[in-house]
């Protein structure tokens, strides 16, 4: 989740502040998925993804583009514009109550030594690593990665060579779009979704991103992990009431000494 | 229209607001408003609405009872204290006469102040935080245990418990949410416990959370590194389904999870989402008496709006929120009034004996609180919260320890 709020403002230079509401959606749909079809929630990734994709496409080049080139504040208050409507749209289509899914495997775990990995943990991180290779293989490999790369890049220098930069920022919040959709679809394994669920987790994903260095997939993955580690490790030792407060500390500690984020690249 | 027929329409109209008064008074004497707010969305939400249900029940039961016509001002708070406080603001200022809800102690302290500034009588349903009720506030009334009622009553349960199973003990782990209910129950424990000598176990480790906690790995595994021989809990209804997940997950099987009196283990949704799991949990609540003649009437009505629900699953939220209502309605009827200082005194003269929670009659102390509320050990059986102390009320004998997971 937080790889496509990473992707997206590194090449869009756009916050994106619908970013949890739009991993919520996800989750809705996975549940959807699942009541009807039966449908594994990882299995729903790869439809529940490719609609993400057109919906971020669409989102960008309707929305988003003419944006661009105003003020943040702007830009602030269209997204957040956004996330409230999709968090209403939500309590309109579900209602309030709290949806998910029950398979078997959500409750086993894997037994090594004395160490319990919960099954279901074990493959959402699978997909977040799958996800992320990816990611990381189409930006390196593909034509149409290095020209998004060249915009996030020099925008300017984009612009004079004949890229498209628009049509390749839709491009690139589709992308983000996707990574959400897959971290929704592995979520609803671990959470029961509800409308307003999202705002914790864009506010968890900022801090992840801001941690690791907005715009660096590196990053992101390594603030995640950092601040996972962080939490689980202020709950064991601390109290756990004190995981938060772990987590957001660190992110001052960063702010304070190292402003662009662990990986990030100095503006 | 003409000067004069403009000037004559004026004093028609001046003379009808200096009538109104009084059409106020006759319309406030024969209806009650009543707003009614209550978590109905947000982490409490579950619970919100099953009191709802009590709420919806009560203006059919009430005018059969008493004759009396009760309109409901319905009021979501979102699970979030200050929109309580805004809520109850714009109740009044719409015109209730009377505020019931709101399940959880932060919101029904906010409500408190709102509801003694504004002067109108408000009926707490469910909070237990002992605070509520101790500011010295006129218009704040509670029938519901403190949380140091609960802690006594759930307590000695849990001595009649053991004593039921010959089970003795030695240790509890104690895991309790962070909010006002749970700092006040954890109070409450803290000051009862030394004095409940003929309990056998201690406390070795006190784990708290935050209950619209979305993962509890970390404060499971703390409280499986623990040892203890039993769970002793304190949690709202999300947490307590996550937190029995994950001792799934982590393989932990102490000997139960006994709730010293919380909310969580005995909502419907408990059983809908944890199916099996939720078997065998205990909680040692407020609970309704299934015998009483009020339980029947509130049954048949309640069966009649939810055609597909169980009483049992909602007793204790619906059974509190439909009694605050009635409180509200008997006094009024008493008062002939809608005027809130007298719909206060009315409400301090309660004394209803025909009701439907365990214990005593409902009447109000000097400081607006209702004693004597009965407790009960509800256990899960079969899908179902089921009493099973004290024998007298009991419908199935208790099970302690309980059966592994994978054999339940």
């Known amino acids: 989740m937080a790889l496509g709020l990473s992707v997206i403002f590194g090449v869009v230079r756009v916050v994106n502040f619908a970013h949890g509401e739009m991993m919520t959606i996800a989750m809705y749909a996975a549940t959807v998925l699942f009541a009807a079809l039966k449908l594994d929630p990882f299995l729903s990734i790869l439809p529940v993804a490719a609609a993400f994709f057109v919906f971020g496409y669409v989102l960008q080049s309707a929305v988003i583009n003419p944006f661009i080139t105003r003020p943040e504040h702007s830009q602030f208050m269209l997204l957040v514009a956004v996330a409230i409507i999709m968090v209403n749209g939500l309590l309109l289509v579900f209602g309030p109550d709290a949806r998910n899914v029950q398979l078997d495997y959500q409750l086993e775990s894997f037994e090594i030594g004395r160490i319990l990995i919960d099954k279901a943990r074990l493959y959402a991180a699978g997909a977040a690593v799958l996800a992320a290779l990816g990611l990381f293989l189409f930006f390196k490999k593909t034509l149409t990665g290095k020209a998004i790369r060249a915009c996030a890049d020099n925008h300017l220098g984009a612009l004079v060579v004949g890229l498209d930069v628009k049509h390749l920022y839709s491009l690139t919040f589709g992308l983000g779009a996707m990574c959400v959709a897959i971290a929704g679809c592995a979520m609803v394994l671990l959470v029961d979704v509800t409308p307003p669920l999202g705002p914790a987790y864009t506010l968890l994903a900022f801090v992840i991103v801001i941690v690791g260095g907005l715009g660096s997939m590196g990053g992101a993955l390594l603030g995640g992990v950092l601040i996972g580690v962080s939490e689980a490790m202020a709950g064991l030792f601390i109290t756990p009431s004190a995981k938060s407060m772990f987590s957001f500390g660190l992110l001052i500690l960063v702010l304070l000494f190292r402003p662009q984020g662990l990986l990030g690249r100095k503006s | 229209m003409k000067r004069r027929q403009f000037n004559a329409g004026l004093a028609v109209a001046g003379l009808s607001v200096l009538a109104n008064p ?65 809520r109850a603001e714009r109740l009044i200022q719409e015109g209730a006469n009377v ?16 509801a003694e500034q504004r002067g109108c009588p408000f009926v707490i349903n469910i909070a237990a935080a002992p605070q509520i009720t101790e500011q010295g506030y006129k218009f ?54 030394p004095m409940r000598t003929q309990l056998p176990f201690k406390i070795v480790d006190t784990i ?61 949704q408990y059983y809908k989402t944890l199916g099996k799991l939720s078997e065998y949990s205990i909680s040692n609540v407020p609970w309704y008496n299934p015998g009483a003649k009020l339980t029947k009437i509130v049954e048949k009505a309640f069966l009649k709006q939810n055609p597909k629900d169980r009483l049992e699953f909602h007793g204790l939220n619906a059974g509190f929120t439909f009694e605050a209502i009635l409180i509200a309605a008997d006094a009024f009827k008493r008062a002939r009034s809608t005027d809130p200082k007298a719909l206060a005194d009315a409400i301090r003269q309660t004394n209803i004996t025909e009701k439907m929670m365990l214990g005593g009659p409902i009447k109000f102390n000097a400081k607006g609180q209702v004693e004597g509320i009965g407790s009960a050990c509800v256990q899960n059986r079969n899908l179902l919260p089921t009493v099973v102390l004290p024998a007298t009320a009991a419908t199935a004998k208790p099970v302690f320890p309980v059966p592994d997971y994978k054999k339940a």
């Open chain 2, 140 to 193: 704040v009334f509670r029938n519901f245990q403190t949380a140091g009622d609960i802690v006594r009553n759930g307590l000695d349960l849990i001595g009649d418990l053991f004593q039921a199973t010959n089970t003795v003990p030695r240790t509890a782990v104690y895991m309790h949410v962070n909010d006002t209910f749970g700092q006040a129950m954890t109070k409450g424990i803290g000051a009862v416990m």
């Open chain 2, 22 to 86: 009084l059409n106020i008074a006759r319309a406030q004497s024969t209806r009650l408003k009543v707003g009614v707010i209550l978590p109905r969305s947000g982490y409490l939400g579950f619970i919100g609405q099953s009191c709802q249900k009590g709420a919806d029940l009560a203006p059919g039961v009430i005018k059969d009872m008493l004759g009396v016509d009760i309109e409901l001002m319905n009021a979501d708070f979102e699970s979030n204290v200050d929109t309580a406080r805004t």
């Open chain 2, 208 to 268: 708290s959370y935050d209950p619209a906690a979305k993962d509890l790995t970390v404060e499971v595994s703390k409280a499986k590194a623990s040892n203890a021989d039993f769970l002793l809990l304190v949690c709202r209804l999300n947490d307590a389904i996550i937190l029995r997940r994950e001792m799934v997950k982590q393989r932990w099987n102490p000997m139960g999870i006994v709730s010293p009196g919380s909310p969580g283990m005995y909502e419907e």
């Open chain 2, 99 to 114: 505020i019931v809800g709101p399940f959880d102690s932060g919101a029904a302290a906010a409500i408190a102040q709102v």
